[in-house]
Nanobody, 115 residues
């Protein structure tokens, strides 16, 4: 199982970033996919999730209306479009795949929101 996460970086408040997570080594279209984040000194938290076929999504209250999760099962990739970014969105963002007892994690990509 391998994930290639990309799209993180430094952005000013109010800016946008698009995270990508390209997966391989498992049947991507069978797995629910999620993005989590962990800020320094805080626990890892769920940001957004999407069902295997993409028909259902779920968001943390803190990102509703600003972030959008999507997936392309033909490309084995999940995305997180982040708009109107705030300093409190600063964290390492992790890609997660889950199905039945299987649970896989990416290594994370840093997002820093600062002026």
């Amino acid at each position: 199982v391998q994930f290639v996460e990309s799209g993180g970086g430094l952005v000013q408040p109010g800016g946008s970033l698009r995270l990508s997570c390209a997966a391989s080594g498992f049947t991507f279209s069978s797995y629910g996919m999620s993005w989590y984040r962990q800020a320094p000194g805080k626990e890892r938290e769920l940001v957004a999730s999407i069902s295997s076929a993409g028909g259902r999504t779920n968001y943390a209250d803190s990102v509703k209306g600003r972030f959008t999760i999507s997936r392309d099962n033909a490309k084995n990739t999940v995305y997180l479009q982040m708009n109107s970014l705030k300093p409190e969105d600063t964290a390492v963002y992790y890609c997660n795949a889950a199905w039945m007892i299987h649970d896989y994690w990416g290594r994370g990509t840093q997002v820093t929101v600062s002026s």
